[in-house]
């Protein structure tokens, strides 16, 4: 089992930044795949990026390549997700996930574990 919780969350005008946190306990950290999701209003929940067990490996949804970077910290299992150049259409409730599938393969998610998620509000 892996336990997941998120924070970082808040409102932010239009161009301003955010770091998302997401801390994991319970199977070894380094061992699982991480990933990024969200969820806006009336919409299905979408991919936004992903990260391979070590780090060495990322991958991005085309809306926030450039302006978001993901990463992580296998020593404080924690995933972060640094949201820059916000636009209001990046307001969603976040989630992370843990999956002991492949990182590259965000199908993966599905069967993993997810946190409770943290919402982002982008103000224009």
């Known amino acids: 089992q892996v336990q997941l919780v998120e924070s970082g969350g808040g409102l932010v005008q239009a161009g301003g930044s955010l770091r998302l946190g997401c801390a994991a306990s319970?199977?070894?950290?380094?061992?699982?795949?991480m990933g990024w999701f969200r969820q806006a209003p009336g919409k299905e929940r979408g991919f936004v990026a992903t990260?391979?067990?070590?780090?060495?490996?990322?991958l991005y949804t085309d809306s926030v390549k450039g302006r978001f970077t993901i990463s992580r910290d296998n020593a404080k299992n924690t995933v972060y997700l640094q949201m820059n150049s916000l636009k209001p259409e990046d307001t969603a409730v976040y989630y992370c996930?843990?999956?002991?599938?492949?990182?590259?393969?965000?199908?993966?998610?599905?069967?993993?574990?997810w946190g409770q998620g943290t919402q982002v509000t982008v103000s224009s």
């Open positions: 996930a843990a999956s002991h599938g492949h990182f590259g393969s965000v199908s993966t998610y599905d069967n993993g574990y």
């Open positions: 319970g199977r070894a950290f380094s061992s699982i795949a």
């Open positions: 990260i391979s067990r070590g780090g060495s490996s990322t």
